[in-house]
Nanobody, 123 residues
Framework: QVQLVESGGGLVQPGGSLRLSCAASGFSTDEYALLWFRQAPGKEREGVLCLSTNDGITYHIRSVKGRFTVARDRAKNTVYLQMNGLKSEDTAVYYC????????????????WGQGTLVNVSS
């Protein structure tokens, strides 16, 4: 059974940092592109960035470039989203997902979704 489980969300002050984890089971994280999405209160879910199979990063939201980065730990079969310089507009539920393909596909019909983890940026 393929599964993604996120963790690491919480309350953080503006300017702070958080690292989200996305642990995979049933497949290896370096077989497929892994994506992060977010859904802010009252808004549609949107793609944030993608980690390709060769560790390349593409950003779907321009405002996070330079603040967010992503990396995989192959030994732990886990992908990490490092978020620095957090802003109130980053408040959202964050999801990792994969279409079980090698391309960065940002459609909402991903094959596998994690359950989401809430990031609340507030003073």
């Amino acid at each position: 059974q393929v599964q993604l489980v996120e963790s690491g969300g919480g309350l953080v002050q503006p300017g702070g940092s958080l690292r989200l984890s996305c642990a995979a089971s049933g497949f290896s994280t370096d077989e497929y592109a892994l994506l992060w999405f977010r859904q802010a209160p009252g808004k549609e879910r949107e793609g944030v960035l993608c980690l390709s199979t060769n560790d390349g990063i593409t950003y779907h939201i321009r405002s996070v470039k330079g603040r967010f980065t992503v990396a995989r730990d192959r030994a732990k079969n886990t992908v990490y989203l490092q978020m620095n310089g957090l802003k109130s507009e980053d408040t959202a539920v964050y999801y990792c997902a994969t279409d079980l393909g090698r391309s960065c596909y940002y459609g909402l019909d991903q094959e596998v979704w994690g359950q989401g983890t809430l990031v609340n940026v507030s003073s």
